[in-house]
């Protein structure tokens, strides 16, 4: 008999409170908890869910950093997940920026640090190549539908963060739960460890990942094949591995590999296309410009902003009726070196091939791209802050009468401006959108502008529970045109008329239960759909 057997005894009661999917704490029913086994386990009064709630959003309040607040939820989440589903539907756009970006970005930075030996995730490093199949039988749930797996090199754009970066899957699947409803006993955060190449965490003794530069050879992509095929054969070919926060050197190259052959899809390149798509259909209702007539500038040439760009060339191909090359003319790169063209071809990555255009002048900033290419859109990706200065934003707003300035990389402090500072700088005219969340902005002259967030959370959710209700065995581009398609419906002339692009957070579950409905009924359309079509789609979504 072991240590912990001879010294430990679970009662019923005891292993009901350490189960935070079952245990409800003081809002157990007092008729309940002696069936239980935990009366006496438990302070006598009753508090009603909602009253519970609104006692920890008290507390929530009174903390003044955001870091206090992200670990008193989280604590909340590791005892009592009921409570703290709760506090997220009912408070869903104050809370969503504590329990995701921004905040998440600093608990990330300082994971190691503030780790409570929560039971939340699991871990496979290089040292566990060969045992990954049997080591997902230690995980407590049987069933898993959704997992968010990260390597951890390429966290928001906070860089390389190792195994610090297991903070967005936890985070990522919280909004799995509140915003679709997906149950939280059949999801699985996953950090898979191949080192890291940031020097201050290797030389951290509180840093809990493995202390070794990145492997860049076959080990590491034996690790994320033997993870796919062992999720598979654990959980089912229609188990959704959402891929999270990859650098550019694997994501594209491992959603291309996976994507045929499991339930797929990348957060960063796929997700932040799909929300991002949606704002610009939205604003088209603004600019009353249509989408293939813009011509868009990319400040930032990474995953992000090649996934967006690939989505609005489909979009427009789709659309207009032209071949997705000719919708790729009107779509520009800068990158660290300047615009992106076909006089750089021998020194650019594989992803920013398709949009090296032939042009006549060399652009060495992003002021002379937009002084040669005037683009109707702006769109920043980059991860450097004031990229968008005031001479260009007076630019865009010189040469457009309503230009698109989308300021869109994580988090708040990598922003490339905030929203204050575009519509000051553009007297108002610009139709904005952001990655992170902003507050409302006045005007001088009294007009109020509620700026747009182009969250991811507003996609991924709806999609996994598209993948849900319908069993799929894949996930395509078409599924993110389709997803950004149905959320850009879901924005009302009011919520237009105040600079608003996407529909209130208060709204993100209906939102999420449409984005389900028209991803499963494609599924059922394209025969990759394993459950019996249901006679009521949406009816049937809203039911799970």
């Known amino acids: 008999m072991s240590t912990y057997r001879r010294y430990s005894r679970l009662t019923d009661g005891v292993y009901l409170a350490k189960d935070p999917v079952k245990y409800n704490g003081v809002s157990t029913p007092i008729e309940m908890r002696e069936e239980l086994g935990i009366r006496g386990l438990v302070p006598s009064a009753y508090i009603p869910l909602d009253l519970d709630v609104e006692r920890c959003m008290e507390q929530l309040r009174l903390k003044e950093k955001a870091i206090d607040k992200y670990v008193y939820i989280q604590s909340i989440q590791d005892v009592n997940e009921r409570l703290y589903y709760a506090i997220l539907v009912k408070h869903t756009a104050e809370v969503m920026p504590i329990v995701y970006t921004p905040t998440v970005g600093e608990a990330c930075e300082n994971f190691s640090s503030i780790y409570r030996g929560t039971l939340r995730g699991m871990y496979f490093s290089l040292k566990d190549r060969g045992k990954i199949r049997t080591l997902l039988d230690n ?60 020097e201050s965490h290797l030389q951290d003794p509180y840093y809990l990942g493995l202390k070794q530069t990145r492997e860049r050879g076959p080990a590491y992509d034996a690790l994320v094949a033997e993870f796919f095929q062992a999720c598979q054969d654990k959980f089912g070919q229609n188990v959704l591995i959402q891929f999270e926060d990859f650098g550019n050197r694997n994501a594209f190259r491992l959603l291309h590999e996976w994507q045929d052959k499991a339930c797929t899809f990348n957060d960063d390149i796929q997700g932040t296309a799909s929300v991002a798509l949606a704002g610009l259909v939205a604003s088209c209702k603004l600019t009353g410009i249509n989408l293939g007539d813009h011509t868009f500038l990319f400040a930032g040439a990474g995953e992000a902003g090649t996934g967006i760009a690939d989505l609005i060339a489909f979009a427009v191909s789709m659309e207009s009726n032209i071949p997705i090359e000719e919708a790729r003319k009107k779509i520009f790169l800068v990158d660290s070196k300047g615009l992106v063209t076909d006089a750089r071809l021998d020194e650019l990555q594989h992803h920013k091939l398709k949009y090296a255009h032939k042009v006549d002048r060399e652009c060495k900033s992003l002021m002379e791209a937009i002084d040669y290419i005037h683009p109707t859109g702006l769109i920043g990706v980059s991860a450097i802050p004031n990229m968008f200065n005031q001479e260009v934003c007076e630019k865009m707003a010189a040469l457009n009468k309503h230009p698109i300035i989308f300021a869109l990389s994580n988090p708040t402090s990598k922003a490339e401006c905030t929203a204050k500072e575009a519509y000051e700088w553009t007297n108002g005219t610009c139709v904005f959108s952001s990655g992170s969340p902003f507050p409302p902005v006045t005007l001088s002259d009294g007009r109020t502008f509620v700026p747009g967030q182009g969250n991811n959370a507003y996609i991924f959710p709806g999609v996994g529970l598209g993948v849900l209700a319908a069993g799929s065995t894949r996930i395509s581009d078409y599924d993110m045109f389709l997803a950004a398609e149905t959320l850009a419906d879901c924005v009302t002339s009011e919520e237009l008329d105040k600079g608003g692009l996407y529909p209130p957070l208060s709204k993100i579950r209906d939102v999420s239960a449409k984005i389900a409905t028209a991803l499963a009924l494609h599924a059922h359309e394209t025969g990759v759909a394993t459950l019996t079509k249901p006679d009521d789609m949406e009816q049937y979504v809203k039911s799970l």
């Not at 090199?153 to 963060?161: K, N, P, Q, S, V």
Request: charged share 10%; glycine share 16%; net charge negative.
């Open 139 to 198: 995980w407590a749930a049987r069933h898993v539908s959704t997992i968010v797996v990260t390597d951890g090199e390429r966290i928001l754009g906070l860089g390389d963060l190792g195994v610090n970066g297991m903070g967005i899957p936890i985070g990522k699947l919280a909004l799995y739960t509140a915003c679709a409803g997906i149950h939280p006993a059949h999801v699985l955060p996953v950090h898979l460890d191949a080192g890291t190449n940031t």
